[in-house]
């Protein structure tokens, strides 16, 4: 599956943006999903992700209450909604799939369980 991920800018605290995550090939629900994120000088950071057809998501602490991960209904795109922005959340966002979408969050946090990888989309959020 070959990833386009799109919807990064410049925004305000306090603001939402919403990224996407295009699929060609076999939509999301053949996958388990997510969203990393990486600033520089820092290790890429589990954000969001979902299991097959969205059953189940996973959040991180940082993010938990404000950003939500969601698929469309033919799961070819799949979105990440961030309300309540922060200047912490600045970074470069990317979207990721795995071969297995039905083991727990233990799982889906590891950068290592992602097989496809998108660009990455730049989000930066200013004070």
């Known amino acids: 599956v070959q990833l386009q991920a799109s919807g990064g800018g410049l925004v305000q605290a306090g603001g939402s943006l919403r990224l996407s995550c295009a699929a060609s090939?076999?939509?999301?629900?053949?996958?388990?999903a997510g969203w990393f994120r990486q600033s520089p000088g820092k290790e890429r950071e589990f954000v969001a992700a979902?299991?097959?057809?969205?059953?189940?998501?996973f959040y991180a602490d940082s993010v938990k209450g404000r950003f939500t991960i969601s698929t469309d209904s033919p799961e070819n795109t799949m979105y990440l909604q961030m309300n309540s922005l922060k200047p912490e959340d600045t970074a470069v966002y990317f979207c990721?799939?795995?071969?297995?979408?039905?083991?727990?969050?233990?799982?889906?946090?590891?950068?290592?369980?992602?097989?496809?990888w998108g660009q990455g989309t730049q989000l930066t959020v200013s004070s």
């Open positions: 979902l299991t097959w057809g969205g059953r189940n998501t």
């Open positions: 990721a799939t795995s071969p297995t979408g039905h083991l727990g969050a233990d799982y889906y946090i590891r950068a290592g369980s992602y097989h496809s």
């Open positions: 090939g076999r939509p999301f629900s053949s996958y388990g």
